[in-house]
């Protein structure tokens, strides 16, 4: 599958792959955005992330801590009593709203700083892994037909370089990445001397 489209509430995400990259756009409340984040950016980072809304928790703690505070305090009428209750069910209502409305979502990381936020469950866990594992599985290819195809009539440290990037962004393993400088080594008559990084001319 090359696109996913997620609804909650107010909110549309909706992501597209195409050949060299995705289309990420982004609606909420009448506003949007969309961009456009090219293979070469996205790793295989990711993570999970809980998103919550606080207020709720931090409102459901100051009301239980409030009515464990009036249990002090002797009890003179039958309205300190319903207050209390009153606090107790309220705060148990901020609490179920707070863990009611926390979200999952997977975190996957763009260029340096930057993730890209994928609700876990919407519309449902496989089709979520599948649409990743999907993107994951263009990029490779994608990345490994633009940098990792050896060109006897290109610049040696350029392809090699081509090759660590690739180690760096996990298209290649350790082993792949390995066999693929030998191979170039050899297309250049060059002698690895330490694998996979520092190379000689042989004489």
Same mark, same amino acid.
């Given at each position: 599958?090359?696109?996913?489209? @997620?609804?909650?509430?107010?909110?549309?995400?909706?992501?597209?792959?195409?050949? %060299?990259?995705?289309?990420? %756009?982004? $609606? &909420? *409340?009448?506003?949007?955005?969309?961009?456009?984040?090219? #293979?070469?950016?996205?790793?295989?980072? =990711?993570?999970?992330?809980?998103?919550?809304?606080?207020?709720?928790?931090?409102?459901? $703690? %100051?009301?239980? +801590?409030? %009515?464990?505070? #009036? +249990?002090?305090?002797?009890? *003179?009428?039958?309205? @300190? !009593? &319903?207050?209390?209750?009153?606090?107790?069910?309220?705060? /148990? /209502?901020?609490?179920?709203?707070?863990?009611? !409305? =926390?979200?999952?979502?997977?975190? +996957?990381?763009?260029?340096?700083?930057?993730?890209?936020?994928?609700?876990? &469950?919407?519309?449902?866990?496989? !089709?979520?892994?599948?649409?990743?594992?999907?993107? #994951?599985?263009?990029?490779?290819?994608?990345?490994?037909?633009?940098?990792?195809?050896?060109?006897?009539?290109?610049?040696?440290?350029? @392809?090699?370089?081509?090759?660590?990037?690739? =180690?760096? +962004?996990?298209?290649?393993?350790?082993?792949?990445?390995?066999?693929?400088? &030998?191979?170039?080594?050899?297309?250049?008559?060059?002698?690895?001397?330490?694998?996979? #990084?520092? !190379?000689?001319?042989?004489?």
């Amino acid at each position: 599958m090359n696109g996913l489209e @997620q609804k909650k509430n107010f909110k549309k995400i909706k992501i597209q792959i195409t050949d %060299a990259e995705i289309l990420y %756009a982004i $609606s &909420e *409340k009448g506003n949007s955005n969309e961009v456009s984040i090219p #293979f070469e950016e996205i790793h295989k980072t =990711k993570l999970t992330q809980h998103v919550a809304k606080q207020p709720w928790l931090i409102a459901g $703690s %100051a009301l239980i +801590l409030s %009515a464990m505070l #009036f +249990l002090l305090v002797p009890e *003179k009428s039958s309205f @300190q !009593t &319903e207050t209390k209750l009153l606090m107790i069910i309220m705060g /148990v /209502v901020c609490f179920s709203i707070y863990y009611l !409305t =926390k979200e999952k979502y997977w975190k +996957l990381q763009v260029a340096s700083d930057s993730y890209l936020y994928i609700h876990k &469950e919407i519309p449902n866990h496989n !089709t979520v892994d599948k649409f990743i594992d999907t993107l #994951f599985l263009s990029r490779d290819s994608y990345l490994h037909k633009e940098y990792g195809n050896i060109n006897p009539n290109l610049p040696y440290e350029s @392809q090699l370089n081509n090759f660590k990037f690739l =180690k760096k +962004l996990k298209v290649w393993d350790e082993n792949e990445f390995q066999l693929k400088v &030998e191979e170039l080594d050899k297309t250049f008559n060059r002698q690895t001397h330490i694998k996979g #990084f520092n !190379t000689s001319q042989d004489n």
